[in-house]
């Protein structure tokens, strides 16, 4: 999969968690990185 599959997936998985519980927080953070991914943001630029 690539890094595009996978932020679909979590976007889609995302929608149907709960607002405020610990997996949406989860997937919220794996699809801003891979959304960085798509981007080209070298890792070192990465910020929480």
């Known amino acids: 999969m690539t890094a595009r599959d996978l932020f679909l ?3 889609a998985k995302r929608r149907t968690t709960k607002p405020g ?3 949406r927080e989860w997937m919220t953070r794996a699809c801003r990185k891979y959304a960085w991914m798509m981007r080209g943001v070298p890792t070192t630029e990465w910020s929480e």
């Open 9 to 11: 997936h979590f976007m």
């Open 21 to 23: 519980s610990l997996e």
